[in-house]
């Protein structure tokens, strides 16, 4: 396993987890709906990692709900299931910014549209055909 994959399974995936648990915490009835909705639909969520540009790992995260259950290395495959059909959003993102966003698991629990909102200009979503 390299660096970059190590991160992701290592201090990434566990901080999502976390902080999912979190936002399940303190918005019951909403997002405990979502993650019911969610759960059972094959649902996978696609990320390339950057460095200076260049492709430098891309990840498949399986999904139980709102949570990673599997993450595959070295696989770009998303799918996500809804009433009208299937779309397949990824998001590309610097590693020197996932660092940063690892740093600040803690604004992820206590204030999430805030902390994301900070790293939004740094992450660009894209959809698989």
Known sequence: MNEI????KEKLVPMVNRVDDALVRKHPHFLGMV???????????????????STV??????????QVSETEC??????????IGI??????IEKSVLEKMLND???FINEPFTAI??????ITIK???
């Open 127 to 129: 959809f698989q055909r």
């Open 87 to 92: 779309i397949k959003p990824y998001r590309i």
């Open 74 to 83: 070295g696989v770009l495959s998303s799918e996500l299931h809804h009433p």
């Open 105 to 107: 698991e803690q604004d």
């Open 57 to 66: 790992g891309e990840y498949t995260f399986h999904l139980n709900g709102l």
């Open 35 to 53: 993650d019911k909705y969610l759960a059972g639909n094959n649902n996978k969520i696609g990320m390339q990692v950057t460095e200076n540009g």
């Open 117 to 122: 909102r900070k790293y939004m200009p740094d």
């Open 5 to 8: 994959d190590a991160l992701i």
